[in-house]
Nanobody
Framework: VQLQASGGGLVQAGGSLRLSCTAS????????MAWFRQAPGKEREFVAA????????YYQDSMKGRFTISRDNAKNSVYLHMTSLKPDDTAVYYC????????????????????WGQGTLVTVSS
């Protein structure tokens, strides 16, 4: 599966941004999709995940209420809508895919995903 992320950019604190990730795989509906991020000098961390049908979503606690993950299986795409952005949200955001229909604890860690996009940079200015 090849993943192409886009939508990053420079935004002021308090602003919003929507990231997109498109997959090459026609069986996109077989994959749990997720977003991770990596800030400068920090480890990559889980942001959000969504099950194949889109019926269940999962978030890192600090992002609940500000970030929304969604998907459009007809377009082989997953999205991350980010609001009330803070300078601490500055990072490279990566989309990831795992071939599974069942949520599990491994969904929250990098090792749980076999496929990764190239990342898109989000910079939030104060």
């Amino acid at each position: 599966v090849q993943l192409q992320a886009s939508g990053g950019g420079l935004v002021q604190a308090g602003g919003s941004l929507r990231l997109s990730c498109t997959a090459s795989e026609r069986t996109f509906i077989s994959y749990i999709m997720a977003w991770f991020r990596q800030a400068p000098g920090k480890e990559r961390e889980f942001v959000a995940a969504i099950t194949p049908s889109g019926g269940n979503t999962y978030y890192q606690d600090s992002m609940k209420g500000r970030f929304t993950i969604s998907r459009d299986n007809a377009k082989n795409s997953v999205y991350l809508h980010m609001t009330s952005l803070k300078p601490d949200d500055t990072a490279v955001y990566y989309c990831a895919a795992r071939r599974s229909s069942t949520a599990s604890s491994s969904m929250y860690v990098q090792a749980g995903y076999a496929y990764w996009g190239q990342g898109t940079l989000v910079t939030v200015s104060s």
